[in-house]
């Protein structure tokens, strides 16, 4: 009855009801051409670097223009941002989790137009104010924390050292020619507000004293046991002090245990950790991505312990991180993200060719209860193909291809060989057309079988695959030639 006396009717429950509080539900701001093919793709393309076109059922087409955004933008170039996209996509912009900006257009027409206009808009100082790329096997935008500029723990800057790495690999950035994509990201504390943790090269902030402590206002600033409760290992207890000839409430720093996240200092600013002195740095993580290609996905691991920050340019980690790139891209197989890369040679080898020091901070793994109990990859499959593939991989390729018969690879080998003078490289749903009334595993088993006896060879840009006949098509004898 308490509901009642207030006004509410369970048996009308929306009557009155405020529902104007919060964002609007995501599809009220898709361009019409979205709104219109939503859930009705078939496939989408990158074109070039940073320009992607989306093929709807019903024929349209959506080109993608990305540009490398900042994360921490001015009214100003705001507005300029929106001015283009009134211009061009009709009022409609997007920005994604890494901080890029994507104007959307629906003809060829409209995006040689819109490519022109962002390539004319630069700063004072010359660079682009809206640089193209960032797509396919190349280096994404930067995904970064807010460090100096707003965060009151880091231990690192987030946008110095953000711009002046990418600086250094912008050539990545603008091109597609890396072994697979490379994710960098920063978090400019332990905290880790970045996912530095899932990426292929991770930079984080590190501080390496234990907090100090403003006798003159802890007791007043800060409630002593959330100080405590606080810290993760235990290295904040309460204690008395003497003050100016009182006692006062305050806390201590067990040294030996602090891990120096700053914890504490978030809940008590008495107890600053940012240290100017030569003791803030960064640390290098190499080897993580969220991606399920391949292998599975994998945490990052430390590969540089420390390097002190250097603003403005931050020489040392740029060159450090440069060199990393260079190296996998020079090492690597094509479609083998770093990680994998790095797993397959060894990481001992890894260290040798980076020529990168190894010493007794570097930290090989992190486990926890998801390493044991949670099975949340498409490498861990409760099934007989499964079980089948421990037992060796000629066995786990046998089950793969079992029930392909001669028939099946002789229809796709005529399809592709009827094709070659119009067309080199389908798809997988045209491949599906072939054989109507066969599921989709078994169509996929007669391709793999195809490519295990070299006759058939596929191409990846990480998100969408396509197959054609061995050698044939300008991409084949491109890297034939590499």
């Known amino acids: 009855m308490a509901f009642i006396s207030t006004g509410y009717n369970p048996q009308k429950p929306m009557e009155g009801r405020i529902s104007d509080i919060g964002p609007r539900k995501y599809d009220t701001f898709f361009p019409p051409v979205i709104a219109k093919n939503f859930g009705k793709w078939l496939y989408h393309e990158i074109l070039e670097p940073g320009v992607l076109v989306h093929v709807a059922e019903s024929g349209d087409k959506v080109y993608t223009v990305r540009c490398g955004g900042a994360r921490l933008m001015s009214t100003v170039h705001i507005r300029e941002i929106c001015e283009i996209a009134d211009k061009h996509c009709d009022g409609h912009v997007r920005f994604t989790t890494r901080s890029n900006i994507e104007f959307m257009v ?28 960032g797509t396919g096997a190349g280096i994404t935008n930067i995904v970064h924390t807010q460090g100096w500029v707003h965060c009151h723990t880091p231990a690192t800057d987030a946008s110095g050292p953000v711009k002046a790495v990418m600086d250094a690999v912008f050539e990545d950035f603008q091109s597609m020619k890396l072994p697979a994509p490379l994710r960098i990201s920063l978090a400019c504390c332990l905290n880790m507000c970045g996912a530095v943790h899932v990426s292929d090269i991770g930079i984080v902030g590190i501080h390496r004293k234990p907090p100090m402590i403003d006798q003159e206002w802890v007791d007043q600033l800060c409630e002593i046991p959330l100080a405590v409760a606080a810290c993760p290992v235990g290295a904040v207890r309460p204690t008395k002090e003497e003050f100016e000839g009182k006692k006062i409430n305050s806390v201590a720093i067990k040294s030996e245990r602090c891990m120096y996240c700053g914890n504490c200092y978030t809940m008590c600013p008495a107890l600053p950790i940012s240290d ?49 790139v260079d190296v996998y891209a020079k090492n690597a197989n094509k479609y083998e993200r770093l990680g994998d890369w790095a797993e397959r040679i060894g990481w001992e080898k890894f260290f040798e060719l980076t020529d990168l020091e190894f010493t007794h901070h570097i930290i090989d793994d992190f486990r926890d209860p998801a390493y044991y109990t949670w099975r949340q990859t498409t490498q ?46 389908f798809y997988f ?40 006949l061995k050698g044939s098509g300008k991409q084949s004898k491109t890297e034939e030639g590499k």
């Open 106 to 133: 629906t003809s060829e027409d409209k995006l040689k137009a819109l490519k022109a206009d962002l390539a004319g808009r630069k700063f004072a100082g010359g660079s682009n104010k809206f640089p193209i790329g």
């Open 276 to 324: 100017g002195q030569g003791g803030d740095g960064v640390v290098i993580m190499v080897g993580g991505k969220i991606s399920n290609r391949i292998s599975k996905p994998k945490f990052s691991k430390v590969v540089v312990a420390y390097i002190p920050n250097e603003p403005p340019r931050w020489p040392t980690l740029t060159r450090t991180i440069k060199h990393i």
């Open 380 to 425: 861990f499959k409760f099934s007989d193909t499964a079980l089948t593939a421990y037992a060796g991989q000629e066995a786990h390729e046998a089950q793969a291809t079992s029930g392909v018969t001669q028939a099946d690879k002789d229809i796709v080998v005529k399809f592709l060989t009827d094709k070659a003078g119009s067309k080199t490289k």
């Open 429 to 468: 749903n045209n491949f599906l057309e072939l054989f109507p009334d066969a599921s989709p595993r078994k169509v996929k088993a007669v391709l793999t079988a195809l490519v295990a006896e070299d006759k058939v060879e596929y191409w990846s840009s990480g998100s969408t695959t396509m197959y054609g």
